[in-house]
T-cell receptor, first 115, second 113 residues
């Protein structure tokens, strides 16, 4: 079975400050990890993904995440927050053990950016 | 850029009524999914579909739910007799099959009164 834990349901940062959203996963087989962003009343947009290879992955809008197997983590970072980053962020995991590669999501972290 | 589309964007129905939510996946994709998100909660997997049959389903996907790909382009989710607790945002997603990236539609907000 797979699971995702996102620490902090709500994170507030000042504009220009570092964004750090935490994600820890559980998977009995090598995982594939994703971060999605959801703006109010919109669908899910893929920010970035880790499948194999380089453990530091870069995504859209200046976000990046690092896969750390030893810590079972995939934290999302951005060096400098922008007002437009205010949204809800979901970490998700899948693997070859998930049958049809269905995604298991975390509960989400709502990011607020203070001007 | 190809995208997953869903109709309607918002559907209001009375308890006990049947609803059909429609999705048009990306044309060369082979795997199709439905997820739901109850307000304020996380996104949950409902069902996956491949080669014209269900490949996986969650505990949520009981006998009230069914999926179909009637014409090679549309992918539908039917709820036979809606309950108040079916109120949620329903997302369709598709995956090409060469990688594990799923592309999500904008969702259908279902409100059961």
């Amino acid at each position: 079975a797979q699971s995702v834990t996102q620490l902090g349901s709500h994170v507030s940062v000042s504009e220009g400050a570092l964004v750090l959203l935490r994600c820890n996963y559980s998977s009995s087989v090598p995982p594939y990890l994703f971060w999605y962003v959801q703006y109010p009343n919109q669908g899910l947009q893929l920010l970035l993904k880790y499948t194999t290879g380089a453990t530091l992955v870069k995504g859209i809008n200046g976000f990046e995440a690092e896969f750390k197997k030893s810590e079972t983590s995939f934290h999302l970072t951005k060096p400098s927050a922008h007002m437009s980053d205010a949204a809800e962020y979901f970490c998700a995991v899948t693997s070859s053990g998930a049958g049809s590669y269905q995604l298991t999501f975390g509960k989400g972290t709502k990011l607020s950016v203070i001007p | 850029e190809p995208e997953v589309t869903q109709t309607p964007s918002h559907q209001v129905t009375q308890m006990g009524q049947e609803v059909i939510l429609r999705c048009v996946p990306i044309s060369n994709h082979l795997y199709f999914y439905w997820y739901r998100q109850i307000l304020g909660q996380k996104v949950e997997f409902l069902v996956s579909f491949y080669n014209n049959e269900i490949s996986e389903k969650s505990e949520i996907f009981d006998d009230q739910f069914s999926v179909e790909r009637p014409d090679g382009s549309n992918f539908t989710l039917k709820i036979r007799s809606t309950k108040l607790e079916d109120s949620a945002m329903y997302f369709c997603a598709s995956r090409r099959g060469l990688d594990n990236e799923q592309y999500f539609g904008p969702g259908t907000r279902l409100t059961v009164t």
